[in-house]
């Protein structure tokens, strides 16, 4: 069944605190560690998504946070305060799993009073509570309905008013709109956010989908074999990838080697294929370390003539993706080929010469990732 916990009146005093305070949490199955020395930490009313492909661990560190689980390791600190002991029904945490977990023989109005049973509410305020909640995850009169009659979207938004219910200070989601088509998907997501801001309430959400966490989150947290990679708002982490493994776990394809040829406090001259760039440089970089250059595909403009700054380029592969087309293009002068994304409207065809011009703020370097190869002098 899903976990909906009671909650105590918030204290005036906590407004504006972290309310999750993570501190190198470990939890081992054997052999096997799905959590190693992880940290981090969730700000009051703010929606961090966590983000990683499956068997990264973020499911194991949403349990261990509501309880379910206990840490083999490290700490969670809530609103100050140890949870070490505290049991789940005391965290002033709800939860909404990936299945939903609502009860088939209660209707809509059934479930989302659930959340309320050990709140002491006389039945007309538990009414009005449930009314209030349906009509804020936009499902006002569908109390009598049936589960079995609702779409997956709907039982999503019930599980979501039981849980909220109760109002609890922290939401975990853990892959809530993984079971729906992309196009619900996708709405739902701005909804979701919608709500969550509206309550004010903090949540952890989980997810494997970048959109998702891209639409949603406030933070983001990228997760691999049970360590955090990077954290940071979405629109940085997505532009200045911190090593080469979030730059892939991302989508970025066009990884170059390169060398540091000068360095001047934060920035310095990167030489890759592609030339010389003035760049942001990884913390403690020095003249001549090897690098990785990330070139961001959607920052690659085609040009059918030539313009300044451009260079000579053929199109190699074509793939239509919709509103997009991905193409594949050989730099002839570079001696290198870049992957592209290019509006679907007028993408050149397989075989097209042209000229590609490279945007300054699709260029990032990153640390090279250790036994890559280095990058020869031009």
């Known amino acids: 069944m899903a976990v909906v916990y009671t909650n105590h009146a918030r204290p005036a005093d906590t407004i504006g605190e972290t309310m999750l305070d993570i501190c190198d949490l470990t939890r081992r199955y054997g052999a096997v560690t799905a959590l190693d020395a992880v940290s981090l930490h969730v700000p009051d009313a703010t929606i961090v998504a966590v983000l990683g492909g499956s068997g990264c661990g973020k499911s194991t560190l949403l349990r261990l946070v509501a309880g379910l689980e206990p840490p083999d390791g490290g700490s969670i600190g809530f609103r100050g305060r140890p949870l070490a002991g505290v049991p789940p029904h005391l965290r002033q945490i709800g939860m909404v799993f990936q299945d939903y977990a609502l009860f088939p023989h209660l209707d ?47 039982r999503q938004r019930v599980a979501l008013a039981r849980c909220l219910a109760p109002q609890p200070a922290l939401v975990l989601l853990d892959e809530p709109l993984a079971a729906l088509d992309r196009t619900l998907r996708d709405r739902l997501v701005g909804e979701l956010a919608t709500v969550l801001r509206r309550v004010g309430v903090s949540a952890l959400y989980v997810t494997h989908d970048q959109d998702e966490a891209f639409g949603l989150a406030d933070r983001l947290v990228i997760m691999e074999r049970g360590r955090v990679l990077q954290t940071g708002a979405p629109e940085l982490v997505y532009g200045q990838p911190a090593s080469v493994a979030v ?33 942001p440089l990884p913390p403690g970089s020095r003249v001549g370390d090897h690098v990785t250059c990330i070139v961001r595909a959607e920052g690659i403009t085609w040009h059918d003539g030539v313009v300044g700054g451009s260079l000579p380029a053929r199109v190699l592969q074509r793939r239509f993706a919709g509103s997009r087309v991905a193409l594949e293009v050989a730099l002839t002068d570079a001696g290198l080929t870049l992957g592209c994304e290019l509006s679907g409207i007028a993408a050149p065809a397989v075989g097209a010469v042209g000229w590609v011009s490279i945007h300054p703020a699709a260029l990032w370097c990153c640390p090279a990732e250790p036994g890559s190869a280095p990058t020869p002098d031009p």
């Not at 909640?133 to 309905?145: E, I, N, Q, S």
């Not at 892939?248 to 294929?273: D, I, K, T």
């Open 108 to 154: 809509v109005a059934g479930n989302v009073a659930f959340g309320l049973h050990e709140r002491r509410l006389t039945p007309a305020a538990r009414t009005a509570r449930v009314a209030t909640l349906l009509d804020l995850v936009g499902l006002a009169g569908y109390g009598p309905r049936q589960i079995a009659t609702l779409s997956g979207g709907e």
């Open 247 to 279: 730059a892939r776990f991302l989508g970025q394809r066009n990884l170059l080697p390169a060398r540091v040829r000068s360095a001047e406090g934060a920035r310095g001259v990167v030489r890759s294929a592609l030339g010389d760039h003035v760049l």
